[in-house]
């Protein structure tokens, strides 16, 4: 959980010192960037269930800590992902209610498969009119600050990149997906450990299945060429000298790794804290960690 350099996910990590070290070290924000060295050294199918820390901010669905299911599988692709995705969600519903059906907030989320495949890039066109591939981003900002009230024009200015196809993302598209729903084939700006399209080079093959509009597990094709992650990792580095604080930092030791050969691979997040409000029927995080991150109360 201590690592010299964080990644695996766009998050801002937090710091700490090792004293006998000398040095800083980081609580990770993600268990990817290692599960897949142990894939490059031979272990064809690896998992952790584990914490990570992501030093950001608050909400019903967000906790600083939290608890992951991360998995890899080589010679398997985001395909193979979903297909585990079908089966083990649905079975676990299955066991706990004895049918395909649960009741989350007032409404009926079915688990019956098979689960819509939504294109990311189709997704937005059909709600915005927006083509993120070839749109300005003047007017993907345009279009943030005319259709989302609680953001000022200067916080539109500071995004870029993938962050701004994102955020353009969550406003149009993450209220509607109540059912269980694949959204797949992200831009690349948006994935940089997924593998390019097989077909369509503009987007990778990644997918993110949401659920009673959040988002519950995100998966890839995992990016294996050593020459293209370092070119998508340079471009994170170049987002973050343009603002973006949660952007990767370029890894040379994974790299070196990829240099040495991963397989084709495939890889899955699936986060247990939310999947856990989803069964309990809960609005907030907070009900289903047994200490979540609160504010300290105020002395006197």
Known sequence: ??????????????????????????????????????????????????HDFRNEGMDRSHNPEFTMLEFYQAYADYTDMMAIMEAMLPGVVRHLTGGTTIGYQGETIDFKTPWPRLKFVDAVRERTGLDLLSAPEAELRRYLVTHDPELGREQAEALSGGRLMDEVFKLAVEPTLVQPTFVIDHPVALSPLAKKHRTDPGVV????????????????????????QRARFEDQVRQRAQGDDESQPLDEDYIRALEYGMPPTGGLGLGIDRLVMLLTDQASIRDVILFPALRPEREG
Do not use: W
């Not at 093959?205 to 009673?212: G, H, K, M, S, V």
């Open 1 to 50: 959980m201590l690592q010299p350099l964080y990644g695996g996910a766009s998050a801002r990590p937090f710091v700490t010192h090792h004293n006998a070290l000398d040095t800083d070290l980081y609580l990770r924000i993600a268990d990817e960037l290692y599960l897949k060295r142990l894939i490059v050294g031979g272990y064809e199918r690896v998992y952790e269930i584990g």
């Open 205 to 228: 093959e990644r997918f993110e299945l949401f659920i009673a509009t959040r988002e519950l597990a995100n998966a890839f094709s995992e990016l294996n060429d050593p020459d293209d």
